[in-house]
T-cell receptor, first 117, second 111 residues
Framework: GAVVSQHPSRVICKSGTSVKIECRSL??????MFWYRQFPKQSLMLMAT?????????EQGVEKDKFLINHASLTLSTLTVTSAHPEDSSFYIC?????????????FGQGTRLTVV | KQEVTQIPAALSVPEGENLVLNCSFT??????LQWFRQDPGKGLTSLLL?????REQTSGRLNASLDKSSGRSTLYIAASQPGDSATYLC??????????FGKGTKLTVNP
């Protein structure tokens, strides 16, 4: 099946700094990728849809200036958490699907555990 | 707004038992439904995808059913094993390609 790789798997940063998370589709080209956030014992919540070559589409309540998304190529989307605060500590996970397979199953990265101290 | 509920939130069974996990959704206008497995601190592994026109899908010891009109899906796990211990997530996809997830069922299979 399709493989989505996410890096890093864990990151600890100081308050006020920025953190970049990468999401790569390894064996297919993805014009669209999705970024989710998961709090402990909660559902995955969609944050934004990353569109290759254009601006990301953010869900209601998600600050676009805080969570910067760049989808510069067909295999890479990045999420940058700017001026991170402890409340941004969470599990971030991306997904993509192979467009040549139509609306088939979505594949997810390994996730990134962000801890802001 | 689509809402997905999974029952039970947690389940503990002895090895070898057959079990059923439940998922319900409020808006029956879905494109497909997908079951995932999530191990602690890890990403999601896709288990089964059921298109809205299908009634069930099978993969090994797993069988997922879909009753779109009643807004329900079940994941049946046969002959459970300790390695099946994980959190199982149900997600439905509407017209926008966005997935809406339930909170999951945490399964523990005891040796």
């Amino acid at each position: 099946g399709a493989v989505v790789s996410q890096h890093p798997s864990r990151v600890i940063c100081k308050s006020g700094t920025s953190v970049k998370i990468e999401c790569r589709s390894l064996d297919f080209q993805a014009t669209t990728m999705f970024w989710y956030r998961q709090f402990p014992k909660q559902s995955l919540m969609l944050m934004a849809t990353s569109n290759e070559g254009s601006k990301a589409t953010y869900e209601q309540g998600v600050e676009k200036d805080k969570f910067l998304i760049n989808h510069a190529s067909l295999t890479l989307s990045t999420l940058t958490v700017t001026s991170a605060h402890p409340e941004d500590s969470s599990f971030y996970i991306c997904s993509a699907r192979d467009p040549t397979l139509g609306r088939a199953e979505a594949f997810f990265g390994q996730g990134t555990r962000l801890t802001v101290v | 707004k689509q809402e997905v509920t999974q029952i039970p939130a947690a389940l503990s069974v002895p090895e070898g038992e057959n079990l059923v996990l439940n998922c319900s959704f409020t808006d029956s206008a879905i494109y497909n439904l997908q079951w995932f497995r999530q191990d602690p601190g890890k990403g999601l592994t896709s288990l089964l995808l059921i298109q809205s026109s299908q009634r069930e899908q099978t993969s090994g010891r797993l069988n997922a059913s879909l009753d779109k009109s009643s807004g329900r899906s079940t994941l049946y796990i046969a002959a459970s094993q300790p390695g099946d211990s994980a959190t199982y997530l149900c997600a439905v996809e509407g017209g926008s390609e966005k997935l809406v997830f339930g909170k999951g069922t945490k399964l523990t299979v005891n040796p």
